[in-house]
């Protein structure tokens, strides 16, 4: 579509998008580079010298250079994070005439939290992938709305079109009707008052007209604004949807397709992970680091890689919840209600969803049935008062008789028109829900997203 509408949902969509091709790239190796070519410093010092407790100031005139790598992994089974790095320092004492480097060559390390972090990387992943196939659904759900409004507009203006068409048979059967009126009352055969019935009759007519080629004008540039278009041809739709659509089949791609129940199961599983970390908190847990590398410090490069000094490290830290009068306990009791409360709420919704699913298929083969009658009627009522204007000139109908003929015509074309209107706003509406196409039968999301 080119209505600025549609492009907006189309680009905050690839935003969505975008954003899980981020959270599944972050699982692979991040590369750092950073380099401190130049930091000087020239200032004073305050040091306290170490053999008898005394402070004294010393001059600090030198520049510190640094380069540095770093690999980092994430390890989404066990929650954990690689690293691999490797830098080299230069500092240049100015007041010394000294040169000197520190380096670590290689050094590498790993650190996790000791449970938990398996279980929390399982949620997040679920929570992640749920986002992103709702997104592309809720994409398509959105574009499919738009179409929604851009069938209203179309209907006002097919509306008016239909007025006009109408108001202009009647105001060009009534020009004939003025002047057999005319003649029948030179003749005698009609009353002066039967001659100004049919004269206000045309009038009417004609004002129905202008009318409605003020309206169908109006209604056709809204149209076109909101497509992005200039310009299209407006005319009475055929018959082209399902003549029936089947519930079942409705309700099956609307729980396939529809963002609606995804939705649901993301809150579930978001709930699920608060509960899980307010138990996390409450437990005996720890962290641990393991770190092994080598470093050398020397006064030249060269001998800044020579014979390496081993450093490792391994850090464990425990974290023991022993006393918070009961205040954990009373946040695991919080989210174990908000659980229960999402998941109360989620049965709800579904139930009304469910109804209102069945209702939408009701009023589509409803309106379906109603647009193949008052297509039929609204013919009749046009081929009756044809028959009925060649009556009056044999004078065997009255102008009542005819007005109330012209009535009948405007009546059944409003309800054709709404007949037409229903069936194709409720066929919108199951589409949406359903994000299926039933008369092309095919998924939106082959239409709108894999096709775009």
């Known amino acids: 579509m080119k209505s600025s509408a549609a492009q907006i949902e189309k680009l905050n969509y690839q935003n969505e998008i975008l954003q899980f091709e981020n959270y599944k790239k972050s699982f692979l190796p991040s590369i750092s580079l950073n380099i401190n070519p130049v930091n000087p410093n020239r200032s004073l010092r305050l040091l306290q010298k170490p053999f008898d407790g005394s402070y004294s100031y010393i001059e600090d005139y030198s520049n510190n250079s640094s380069i540095g790598i770093s690999v980092r992994q994430k390890v989404g089974i066990t929650g954990g994070e690689f690293n691999v790095g490797s830098n080299i320092n230069y500092l240049n004492e100015f007041s010394q005439k000294r040169n000197s480097f520190s380096t670590t060559p290689f050094s590498i390390g790993y650190s996790q939290q000791l449970w938990g972090g398996g279980k929390q990387y ?200 022993v006393f918070q009068w009961g205040i954990n306990k009373n946040r695991i009791q919080i989210a174990e209600n908000n659980y229960n409360a999402v998941k109360l709420g989620i049965d709800k919704r579904m139930r009304e969803f469910e109804n209102e699913i069945k209702e939408n298929v009701n009023n589509y083969n409803y309106s379906v049935k109603l647009w193949l009658t008052a297509e039929k009627a609204y013919q009749l009522s046009q081929e009756q008062y044809r028959m009925l204007i060649q009556k009056f000139s044999l004078g065997k109908v009255s102008t009542y008789e005819l007005t109330a003929a012209q009535n009948g015509q405007n009546s059944t074309m409003q309800r054709y028109y709404t007949a037409i209107r229903d069936t194709y706003s409720s066929y919108f509406i199951l589409r949406t829900m359903a994000l299926y196409d039933f008369k092309e039968d095919v998924e939106l999301e082959e239409i709108l997203v894999k096709n775009d």
Do not use: W
Request: glycine letters at 4%.
């Open 122 to 321: 399982r949620l997040e992943k679920e929570i992640e992938y749920a986002k992103n196939s709702v997104a592309i659904k809720e994409y398509c759900t959105k574009i499919s709305q738009i179409q929604q409004q851009a069938l209203t507009l179309f209907m006002t203006a097919l509306l008016g079109k239909m007025e006009q068409d109408l108001a202009l048979k009647t105001t060009q059967s009534n020009d004939t009707l003025l002047h057999l009126a005319r003649i029948k009352l030179d003749n005698g055969h009609i009353t002066e008052y039967d001659l100004r019935q049919i004269e206000l009759q045309s009038l009417n007519a004609q004002y129905a007209y202008e009318n409605a080629v003020k309206n169908h004008t109006e209604a056709k540039e809204r149209l076109f604004v909101f497509l992005g278009i200039s310009h299209s041809d407006i005319s009475i739709p055929i018959f082209d949807v399902p003549i029936a659509v089947d519930p079942h089949s409705v309700l099956f791609y609307v729980k396939r397709n529809n963002p609606f129940f995804q939705q649901q199961e993301i809150q579930q599983l978001e709930a699920e992970r608060s509960l899980f970390s307010a138990k996390l908190s409450n437990r005996f847990n720890g962290n641990i680091s393991l770190n092994y590398g080598v470093n050398q410090y020397a006064d030249n490069f060269m001998d800044a890689y020579r014979n390496g000094n081993t450093r490792q490290s391994i850090v464990i830290g425990f974290q023991i919840p």
